[in-house]
């Protein structure tokens, strides 16, 4: 003997029963005011320049940074120095 499967309007009816619309409280909550993002003291005052690169570039970059010792930032300040240089420009990225 099988035992009778349920019949989905059954189902329906048993899930109806036990739902209740949520309610809603009676007083909304006030947003929590956000606060600016405080950023390290060593990027206090400054602005970012970002690109984007190929992966390729990328890995390169890494490897001289490896090779050098240098992180991409001071990578990245040499070589605005550098661009500033063959401009007539002083060399003013720290």
């Known amino acids: 003997m ?3 499967k ?7 009816a048993q899930s109806e029963e036990h739902y209740k619309p949520q ?3 009676e007083e909304i ?3 929590v005011e956000t606060t600016k993002v405080k950023h390290l003291p060593s990027r206090q005052n400054k602005l970012h320049i970002g690109i984007y690169v190929d992966e390729e570039v990328h ?12 992180t ?5 300040l040499e070589a605005l120095n550098a661009f500033f240089k063959l401009n007539d420009k002083p060399p003013i990225a720290k």
């Open 2 to 4: 099988s035992a009778k």
């Open 6 to 12: 349920p019949d989905l309007s059954d189902v329906f």
């Open 23 to 25: 309610e809603t409280p």
């Open 29 to 31: 909550p006030t947003p």
């Open 59 to 70: 890995t390169q970059l890494k490897i001289i940074g490896i090779e050098k010792k240098m």
């Open 72 to 76: 991409i930032q001071q990578m990245g």
